[in-house]
Structure formats: structure tokens, C-alpha cells
């Protein structure tokens, strides 16, 4: 249940109940101990601190893998997704793959070969641009690693083609996410200015890499190497003050007036979901910091409760100290 802000004078444990009470908590959890709903009120704070500085609309999921817990801001209202939404395409993309191992014939393969053709391109094609058409030759994975990483649009709607846009749709729908939709190709003018935006919710694209992460889409081993793709280095926000090496299988999005990134930090000892979006921005750097700064805030709660003890003892490795 989302906090209402109006709430603000409420005791702090009836607070902090409101704000982790969820009945997607995995059965068998522990609840949290007061110490530790200390450390996400705080953290609750300063992403309130962060949404009253941004001049626009700001959304945030957090979830812990590991305990169930959610931290939630305007978790259910819709949002564009920009390039965020090629998620779900990849996600489509694997599920074919998946059907097709298993024998169903007419489905997308990893493997499958395409040929470039100039007519398949689209402004912000940063890779497939600069191809030859006619000669270069790819695979359905390589398209889909050329869109996660430098979010080429031209990749991204010949895989559409290839999955079939009301496939995607399908697949959200199937898992309950009926804000989730793929409505239109990307660079489809068109298309958004008849009203017809990729949309999302925070709270949906937190539930749809929850059912990846559990493997309720796409089993093992596929499973491993969608996140190996979607965890493709690229320029995003989640990922900017985080320490490298850390495993972020995200997705940003962009648009004028529109910042987003959704995606899983493999942390280890406690991975999490972050899913942020931005809306009506005054200035779309405020909204890239805003994902930074919730990024870097999240992380720091999660980097202390990966490391300590339900107390909150931490025991460094080089530190055998038993005072």
C-alpha cells in the first residue's frame, strides 16, 4: 500500500506497516524488524524529498527479491515508456524461443537469420544505420542485443515484426498487466500523436521482472540469458553512481518531457527491483538525476542490509574483531 503523504504525523510503526503490508509477499517471510523499517522510512523519505524537487510526475517500484517488501510512489498511475517497453519485446522474444525448442512450429528463434533492408529503417538507429543492406546478415539475438544496448529502434521493430505486436500484448495481458501495452512501433509518429503511446505502470513493470526473475515466463536456461542480454552495458540512469561490476539487467526510455529506467540489481545476498518513470518534466536532466538519485539512494539501503545480520552487525572480511 502506497503511504499517503497526508499521513505524515501517523506513529512510525503503523507508518511503516502501511507501507510494506503486500499480499504478494512470499509465504514463509519474516516481517521486518524495527530496525530495519527504520532504514526504508528513511529511505521513503528521501525519495519524498527527491518527487517535491522535480518539477513533474515522478513514479517509483521497489521490491525485495528476498523478502517481498515494497516501497511504492504513485505505483499505478500510467506512464509512456519509451524504450523501457522493449522489456516486453524481448521477453516475447524469449518465450518464442522457449515454444519453438519445445516443437511449436511458426516461432521466433534465437538463431534466425535477417538481412538488413534499407526499408527497415527508422531515425535513432545508431547500429543498424550503419549496416549494409542487402549483405549484412544477423541473428534474432543479435537484434535484440543491438536494442538493449544502444536502444536501436530499427532492431526493435523488425523484432516486432518478427514476434508479432499482438504477441507482446498477449503476454502482458496473460500475466494480469493491463496497463502494460505495446501500441505502436518505435518512431510511429503517427501513431502517438493519434494517442497511441507504449504505456506502463510502475508497480506492472516491477510485477512483469518479478515473473521474469521467478522464471514464470521463460524457464531455465533461457531464462539466464535474457537477463545476460537485458544486462547489456548501456548509457542509463539506474546503473550511473552504482559501483561497477554490479550485474543491471534495466532498460531506460526516453522521450521530450519523459525519463524512465526499469531493471533488476543482481545485488548479491539481496537482489531488488527499481523501477522509476518521470512524466511532464520541466527539464529532462532534473528527470536523469532524479533516477540517479533514487538509483544511488536504493542501492545504499540494500548494499547494508546484503552485508549485516538481521541486528545489523556487519563482519568485513578482513575484519575479525570480536569487541
Known sequence: MELDRRNATMPRLVLALLLFTSAGVNAGTSPLGDKQLVLWERLHATLGGIEQQLDGVLGVAILDLTTGQQLLIHPDEVFPQASSIKIAVLAELYHQAEQAAAGTPSKA???DPYVVRTSDLVPDS????GLTPGVTTLTNRDLATIMVSVSDNSATNVLIDRVGMDNVVSLTQRMGLTHTQLRRKMMDLKAAAEGRENISTPREMMQLLEHLYRGKVIAPPLIEDFFTVLATPKASWIPRDLPEGLKIA?????????RNDS??????NRP???CVMTTYLA???AGEDAITHISAATYSLFDRLSRASDLGRVISPSNGSQH
Open 250 to 258: 534495466n532498460k531506460p526510455g526516453e522521450l521530450e518531457g519523459v
Open 263 to 268: 531493471g533488476i540489481v543482481f545485488l548479491r
Open 109 to 111: 528463434k534465437l538463431t
Open 126 to 129: 545508431s547500429i543498424m544505420g
Open 272 to 274: 531488488y527491483i527499481l
Open 283 to 285: 527539464s529532462e536532466r
